[in-house]
């Protein structure tokens, strides 16, 4: 039955990629393998690092333990996070996320070998949260969206331990240091879900300044998490 109405939804309404525009699925294969890659930088002087490390010399108490990203905000990678962000297309979060784990295996990044040390034991997913009244306009986070998948497929455990309590302006037109106002004090944890003695996998859809996933990562340490590592689709 459910391959029956699938089938129906396709003659109805066809996959589109958000790409090239051609028709068959959301993100085509030829798209995918257009996405521009750089090397990794360390999440504090932004700065090439091997694996995405902090650098020692950058480490900090309540700082991000490394930065991993699919790739340069730019098309078609952008194209497909603005059609998932702001046109809700959120068939979208499993085939980025499924890009992502592609990646992971071939080129096995430095985290991903951590992980797979500990079995996936100790670490866990944890999206960067939106307010709630912005969530309720949008519809979803997609951040969450990416990151239930991202758990689900990993085997790990996901857990929406941050929430936002008061809501900020928008920081696509704000500058460095107006971002890191903007967003100060954003963020609580959210008493429900235990943090203490666990690694986490902090999940954003782009890295820009990083204020956000630095403000996210000292909330999350300062309640007892070990390593908190930044995962985004772009930077």
């Known amino acids: 039955m459910q391959i029956l109405m699938n089938f129906i939804l396709d003659l109805l309404f066809p996959k589109k990629c958000v790409g090239?525009?051609?028709?068959?699925?959301?993100?085509?294969?030829?798209?995918v393998s257009n996405i521009m890659q750089t090397d990794l930088v360390c999440p504090?002087?932004?700065?090439?690092?091997?694996?995405?490390?902090?650098h020692?010399?950058?480490?900090?108490?309540?700082?991000?333990?490394?930065?991993?990203s699919l790739g340069i905000y730019e098309d078609p990678l952008k194209k497909a996070?603005?059609?998932?962000?702001?046109?809700?297309?959120?068939?979208?979060?499993?085939?980025?996320?499924?890009?992502l784990i592609e990646y992971w295996a071939k080129y096995q990044p430095f985290v991903f070998d951590q992980i797979k040390k500990d079995k996936g034991e100790g670490w866990v997913?944890?999206?960067?949260?939106l307010h709630w009244w912005r969530q309720n306009q949008r519809g979803f986070n997609q951040s969450g969206e990416i990151g239930k998948l991202l758990a689900k497929k990993l085997g790990l455990e996901y857990s929406e331990a941050l929430k936002r309590i008061r809501p900020t302006n928008s920081q696509v037109k704000l500058k460095g240091i107006e971002r890191r106002e903007n967003i100060r004090n954003a963020f609580s944890l959210n008493t429900k879900y235990l943090i203490h003695n666990t690694n986490v996998l902090l999940i954003d859809d782009v890295w820009t300044t990083g204020s956000t996933l630095r403000e996210c990562c000292y909330v999350l340490k300062r309640n007892g998490a070990k390593k908190v590592w930044a995962l985004t689709l772009a930077r």
Do not use: M
Request: charged share 25%; proline share 7%.
């Open 125 to 129: 997913v944890v999206p960067v949260p």
């Open 81 to 99: 996070i603005q059609k998932l962000k702001y046109k809700r297309v959120k068939e979208l979060s499993e085939v980025l996320v499924d890009v």
């Open 20 to 31: 090239c525009g051609n028709f068959d699925s959301y993100f085509c294969t030829d798209c």
């Open 44 to 54: 504090k002087c932004e700065k090439p690092a091997v694996g995405g490390q902090t």
């Open 56 to 68: 020692p010399i950058c480490r900090r108490h309540f700082g991000l333990n490394g930065l991993w």
